[in-house]
């Protein structure tokens, strides 16, 4: 079935420093990817998305990339803040008209100042 | 209009008892998604709809679980006869039509089954 995998369930990183968060996924037919941060009782938000017609896409201190041969992508995060920590979510849709997406387990990210 | 919305924010009820959740989209949003939330899980979905029409439903929606778009607006998810095992946050998301945009989704609707 579909099925997307995130790495790490938790990382910790000093202030300033980089993070990564890898998810793999399951099924070729999907095109859309985007990313959630979740701040402890808050909603999900979208920080960013990337379509499959493109490699890498960047915003500001946010970038994500897309290997669609390897089905991976990446959510890359330079200069950390405190404000950075929360759950982030990667998702993997679009291959239906539906445009459900498959959630990967999160990643609990820490940013200690 | 502020987004999502979605009431209650927090539901405790007992095992066995019927509970509805409301979500009202944002207004100009076609599409409609109602995805579950379990500690330290990703959002799961659970069902779609396109205007009043629904058009998908996961496997994970048993017979006890019913949603409703009547007017193409706002949406209502009722479940029956509570179990233990629905305890979870229940989330509402709205997009455009067009694919591949971007969910917006509520704060949740927080379902503690004692």
């Known amino acids: 079935g579909e099925n997307v995998e995130q790495h790490p369930s938790t990382l910790s990183v000093q202030e300033g420093d980089s993070a990564v968060i890898k998810c793999t996924y399951s099924?070729?037919?999907?095109?859309?990817f985007p990313w959630y941060k979740q701040e402890l009782g808050k909603r999900p938000q979208l920080i960013i998305d990337?379509?499959?017609?493109?490699g890498e896409k960047k915003d500001q201190r946010i970038a994500v990339t897309l290997n669609k041969t390897a089905k991976h992508f990446s959510l890359h995060i330079t200069e950390t803040q405190p404000e950075d920590s929360a759950v982030y979510f990667c998702?993997?849709?679009?291959?239906?008209?539906?445009?459900?997406?498959?959630f990967g387990t999160g990643t609990l990210l820490a940013v200690q100042p | 209009d502020t987004g999502v919305s979605q009431d209650p924010r927090h539901k405790i009820t007992k095992r066995g008892q019927n509970v509805t959740f409301r979500c009202d989209p944002i207004?100009?949003?076609?599409?409609l998604y109602w995805y579950r939330q379990t500690l330290g899980q990703g959002p799961e979905f659970l069902t779609y709809?396109?205007?009043?029409?629904?058009?998908?439903k996961s496997r994970l929606l048993s017979d006890r679980f019913s949603a409703e778009r009547p007017k193409g607006s706002f949406s209502t998810l009722e479940i029956q006869r509570t179990e233990q095992g629905d305890s979870a946050m229940y989330l509402c998301?709205?997009?455009?039509?067009?694919?591949?945009?971007?969910?917006?989704f509520g704060q949740g609707t927080r379902l503690t089954v004692v």
């Open positions: 998301a709205s997009s455009v039509t067009a694919l591949n945009t971007e969910a917006f």
């Open positions: 099924d070729s037919a999907s095109n859309y």
């Open positions: 990337i379509r499959s017609n493109v």
């Open positions: 998702a993997a849709g679009g291959k239906s008209a539906t445009n459900k997406l498959i």
């Open positions: 207004s100009e949003h076609n599409r």
């Open positions: 709809f396109q205007n009043e029409a629904q058009l998908e």
